[in-house]
Nanobody, 129 residues
Framework: QAHLVETGGGLVQAGGSLRLSCAAGPTFYWFSRHVMGWFRQAPGKEREFVAGITWSGVNTAYGDSVKGRFTISRENAKNMVYLQINSLKPEDTAVYYC????????????????????WGQGTQVTVSS
């Protein structure tokens, strides 16, 4: 069972920045072979794709609402994936989830929830206006 833990959420004013981190536990020894993604879910809304990165870090993908403001990156040697969030808006308020897909060495970044098999518990991001 993969173990993913998100940190870095908090309360921030509009226009501010945050860096979310996702740590994959020691049982996730295959971390470096898999696409990692970030999703978010606001109250009363469906979970939506935010960003994803291939196992090598070469390819990334972003949801339309965050392009140009969010940046995903990863450090395979540390089993870490990050989400740098800039120019925060109140509509970015949500619980942010880290997820891993179930296919090794793919260069396709899935944007659907069903593309991802393992999920963290989430970290809350609240943006005040």
């Amino acid at each position: 069972q993969a173990h993913l833990v998100e940190t870095g959420g908090g309360l921030v004013q509009a226009g501010g920045s945050l860096r979310l981190s996702c740590a994959a536990g020691p049982t996730f020894y295959w971390f470096s072979r898999h696409v990692m993604g970030w999703f978010r879910q606001a109250p009363g809304k469906e979970r939506e794709f935010v960003a994803g990165i291939t196992w090598s870090g070469v390819n990334t993908a972003y949801g339309d609402s965050v392009k140009g403001r969010f940046t995903i990156s990863r450090e395979n040697a540390k089993n870490m994936v990050y989400l740098q969030i800039n120019s925060l808006k109140p509509e970015d308020t949500a619980v942010y989830y880290c997820a891993a897909d179930g296919v090794e060495y793919t260069n396709y970044v899935g944007m659907a929830i069903n593309d991802y098999v393992y999920w963290g518990q989430g970290t809350q991001v609240t943006v005040s206006s």
